[in-house]
């Protein structure tokens, strides 16, 4: 059964940093592509940042210059660096990691979800 497991959300003030951590275990096969995305309530899921196998990675505008995405697709880990939070960062994050397998092509795969919040 493929688990993704996220770690590092919480609580922090305006200006703050977080790191969010997120480990994929039961698959062997290394993802294609991993990201973060985040929710609050009323609104769509949206991508904050994510990074292929080959490294290229991609940045929701308002995240840019401040977050920072970094992985090991070999190890199906991927980590999240957010600095200069601010209050519209408040969000459950939600980590995601592609895999394209056998007969059942790109396969998207998602953690639980961890509450960021920034108190300003």
């Known amino acids: 059964q493929v688990q993704l497991v996220e770690s590092g959300g919480g609580l922090v003030q305006a200006g703050g940093s977080l790191r969010l951590s997120c480990v994929v275990s039961g698959i062997v096969f290394r993802s294609s592509r991993m990201g973060w995305f985040r929710q609050v309530p009323g609104k769509e899921r949206e991508l904050v940042a994510s990074?292929?196998?080959?490294?290229?990675?991609n940045y929701l505008d308002s995240v840019k210059g401040r977050f920072t995405i970094s992985g090991d697709n070999a190890k199906n880990t991927v980590y999240l660096q957010m600095n200069s939070l601010n209050a519209e960062d408040t969000a459950v994050y939600y980590c995601?990691?592609?895999?394209?397998?056998?007969?059942?092509?790109?396969?998207?795969?998602w953690g639980q979800g961890t509450q960021v919040t920034v108190s300003s």
């Open positions: 990074i292929t196998g080959g490294g290229t990675t």
């Open positions: 995601n990691a592609a895999f394209r397998l056998p007969v059942m092509g790109v396969t998207d795969f």
